[in-house]
């Protein structure tokens, strides 16, 4: 049995322990912020509302999904390009379909396959030649946006096809948007990766102790190099689910996910350190932080006092679960 | 930490680059292309020696510098200061505010109060609240780009000018040589002098060994917090730059300093995890990347490749300084 799900087990047999969860933690956090809407605009926590949060944070869901794989990997691992990489994804998408629904899966196959490449690159970076990860996908946000401007002459053309547009906005059972069903399957199937499957442990395993990782018959390198794969992977799913909700792509849509996403995982209770932590946790964490941006908008104050307040919650979030441990005390 | 033993394959590529690299010092990267990038820049460009290049080469590499020395000081400590772009920004727009009513050095002080402030609550919450640095200044560059907003409003009719002392005088030379340059050393001098105060011993200690420094009587929390302030004091010193630069301050510049900061102190040889390195190379990596830009001015590529081109060639110099620290760290 896997580590991490033992210490989930651990953790919620012991009810005065339940608040020590960064899940449960997260979970009030939400209840929390849905009541104060309430307070200041009725309505806010209806279940429409609810939803409709819900679609939205699916973007930032998918992305960050890719985002824990990578932290949980350890080795100071973060991927600064998700966000740019997403912003690919929709103008390949765009450009490749031409708005055309017989296209469509050709354009997401591309958009997998260049995406899949500079999460490759991304990774044999990291893992071969020994970039520090932030610097590699620091540097890798500059390269992809000089391929966006080649590849789309700086003004993508194209627009979402009807059928992606449909799926990923059309409402299905209960009022819930096609969004939030992909987004479902996508934690599912990320959750099931990285506790039920030997990628996932091999993940935990890296995070946890990487001279035991290897030492246990783990090759650390390619492994590194599938993390930082995956990680543009689900970046590119997000971009594709973007594409269907924005319509058309411009050279910027998905820019603004590049650090939220690191927000979301650590608000979810994974630790940059890697090795502890989960995916569950970080698609709270979405949701919350998608909530904190709804609740700034229906508190309708100015651009400059809605930054302060969304650094300042960020930062109390952040300092429930996000903290540190002190040294020696 | 430790890295697991490479496979045979790759054996014989290590040692080669261990014996190519074996005792030198860890900016000879960044001298290896700087010279490189100014051999370049000699061939292509033809006005590259120019009086009016070279001034306008330092005026606009000043304010990176500044804020990279500050920055190159918080990661020596272990840290990371992702708002340190936004606080020269701040910064700028509370120094341009104050400079018609104030005369001009007490709008400057303000500016560098302004800045030491930042630093201040972002050090208290790394080292005292201990956030992780990344996220916790993320979240702040979110209150200093609101303050900065609500001091001066983008699109203000009658937006307030820096005196043109400043403005023309940033652009003059002294005894032959840009006024800019001066700067450029006043900043290395400070560096200099800063490296050989007590602080920078404890910075260095704490980011090498975080326990062992505390076990040792370093007072960590104290030396943390102080670092994001020298950095946020830096950073106010690159907002004046901007300002003496354009002549007046805008709310929304100044992010992209931050990742540009990173990059440059990455180039200059500067290990992310702390404790290695130093701001002279920092320095170097901020004239790399400077030239690496007027590299590209001067070749004239055609307009969509060049951000392209301009990627290439930042990644390719990270990639070089990282194999760099990345054996370093290694083994």
Request: positive net charge; proline residues 3%; hydrophobic residues 55%.
């Amino acid at each position: 049995m896997n580590l991490a799900t033992l210490r989930d087990r651990a953790q919620l047999a012991e009810p005065r322990d339940l608040l020590r969860n960064p899940v449960v933690l997260s979970l009030l956090v939400l209840l929390a912020l849905f009541a104060a809407g309430n307070l200041v605009a009725p309505g806010f926590a209806s279940y429409g509302s609810f939803v409709n949060t819900l679609r939205i944070a699916a973007f930032l869901g998918v992305i960050a999904a890719g985002q824990t794989i990578v932290i949980l990997g350890g080795g100071e691992g973060i991927d600064l390009s998700v966000g740019k990489i997403a912003t690919f994804s929709t103008v390949v998408v765009a450009q490749v379909s031409q708005g055309e629904d017989e296209r469509l899966l050709v354009a997401i196959a591309a958009a997998f396959a260049y995406c899949g490449l500079i999460g490759l690159a991304n990774g044999i970076g990291v893992a071969y030649l020994r970039i520090p990860p932030l610097v590699m996908t620091l540097g890798m946000v500059g390269v992809v946006t000089g391929i966006i401007r080649v590849y789309s002459g700086g003004q993508p053309e194209g627009r979402a096809p009807a059928v992606l547009s449909q799926v990923v906005n059309g409402t299905a059972l209960g009022g819930v948007r096609g969004s939030v069903w992909i987004w479902l399957v996508v934690a599912v199937c990320t959750i099931w990766l990285l506790r039920r499957t030997t990628f996932g442990r091999r993940v935990y395993a890296l995070g946890a102790n990487r001279e035991a990782a290897f030492l246990s018959g783990i090759n650390v390198q390619r492994n590194l190099v599938l993390l930082y794969v995956a990680s543009s992977l689900y970046a590119a799913l997000g971009g594709i689910m973007l594409l269907g909700f924005a319509g058309a792509a411009s050279i910027n849509l998905a820019d603004q996910y590049q650090l939220i996403s690191i927000a979301a995982v650590v608000i979810g209770g994974t630790t940059l350190a890697g090795g502890i932590g989960g995916y569950l946790g970080t698609a709270v964490g979405a949701v919350v932080l998608q909530t904190m941006r709804n609740l700034l908008i229906v508190l309708d104050i100015p651009a400059a006092g809605r930054q302060v307040v969304n650094g300042v919650i960020l930062i109390v979030l952040l300092s429930l679960y996000g903290r540190q441990r002190r040294l020696r005390q | 930490m430790k890295t697991p033993t490479l496979p045979p394959t790759t054996t014989l590529l290590r040692d080669a680059r261990t014996w190519l690299l074996q005792g030198r010092l860890p900016i000879t990267t960044a001298i290896a292309l700087l010279l490189a990038t100014l051999f370049a820049n000699l061939v292509v460009a033809d006005n590259f020696l120019t009086a009016f290049n070279i001034r306008s080469i330092f005026a606009n590499v000043i304010p990176l510098a500044a804020v990279a020395v500050g920055q190159t000081v918080i990661v020596l400590g272990r840290g990371i200061d992702l708002s340190i772009g936004v606080i020269a920004t701040l910064s700028s727009v509370v120094t341009v505010s104050v400079v018609e009513p104030w005369g001009l050095p007490a709008a400057l002080l303000a500016g560098l109060a302004t800045g030491a402030a930042c630093g201040l609550v972002n050090g208290l919450l790394v080292a005292i609240v201990r956030l992780q640095p990344i996220v916790a200044t993320f979240a702040t560059s979110f209150v200093w780009a609101g303050l900065a907003l609500y001091v001066l409003p983008p699109g203000t009719a009658a937006a307030p000018r820096m005196p043109d002392v400043i403005v023309l005088g940033y652009r003059d030379t002294l005894l032959g040589i840009p006024n800019a340059a001066w700067l450029l050393l006043l900043i290395g001098l400070s560096w200099l002098v800063l490296k050989r105060t007590r602080l920078l011993r404890h910075v260095y200690a704490v980011g090498g060994d975080e326990q062992a420094a505390f076990a040792t009587g370093v007072r960590v929390a104290r030396v943390q917090v102080l670092t994001y302030v020298i950095g946020g004091a830096y950073a106010a010193i690159g907002s004046f730059a901007m300002l003496a630069n354009s002549g007046s301050a805008d709310a929304l510049a100044g992010g992209g300093l931050t990742l540009a900061s990173i990059a440059a102190l990455v180039i200059g040889g500067t290990r992310l995890s702390g404790g290695a390195g130093g701001a002279g190379g920092t320095i170097i990596g901020v004239l790399v990347l400077q030239l690496l830009t007027s590299l590209l001015v001067a070749l004239r590529p055609p307009t969509d490749v060049r951000q392209l081109i301009d990627g290439l060639l930042v990644i390719l110099a990270l990639a070089l300084a990282g194999l760099w620290s990345g054996r370093r760290r290694g083994r």
